[in-house]
């Protein structure tokens, strides 16, 4: 008696691994290789993101006059992204280029670009987040600076 309600009970659970496979796929395996996919793309912009504003803080310090670097350094940053084909609305460049102008000075750069969180190699995309990077640089100490 008590084998044939195990038999029964076993019957009836045939295909379950098969339905197992399938879920575990579609919900672990699916998801992890997405984020897999994405972690390239990620460090493009991370690079990116940190080249624009390396590149900007060197060009507002070997600039003549604050207001040209200033010109110059948001110039370069906004070329740096746009050579990646990101819109200029995208990132945010902040460059502080005007207040510790002298010799010895430290010249800072920010910027913050909002990208996709998951990027499935540019067809589909999940949520966002924000990559920010920073850079500063002294400017020489030793330079002169003509005056108006």
Not at 6 to 19: D, F, P, T
Not at 94 to 107: H, N, Y
């Amino acid at each position: 008696m008590r084998r044939a309600c195990l038999r029964s009970r076993m019957a009836g659970e045939q295909g379950i691994g098969a339905i197992d496979l399938v879920l575990v796929s579609a919900f672990i395996l699916i998801p992890f290789a997405m984020l897999l996919l994405s972690f390239p793309i990620r460090m493009e912009y991370r690079s990116m993101v940190d080249a624009a504003a390396r590149e900007a803080v060197r060009a507002c310090a070997t600039a003549f006059e604050p207001a040209t670097g200033q010109a110059r350094a948001e110039a370069v940053a906004r070329q740096i992204l746009a050579e990646r084909s990101l819109r200029s609305g995208a990132a945010d460049v902040s460059i502080d280029c005007r207040t510790s102008w002298a010799p010895g000075g430290v010249v800072t750069a920010r910027v913050a670009l909002d990208v996709p969180a998951i990027d499935v190699m540019g067809f589909w995309t999940v949520g966002s987040s924000t990559i920010t990077s920073s850079y500063r640089e002294q400017m020489e100490p030793y330079r002169s600076i003509p005056r108006p």
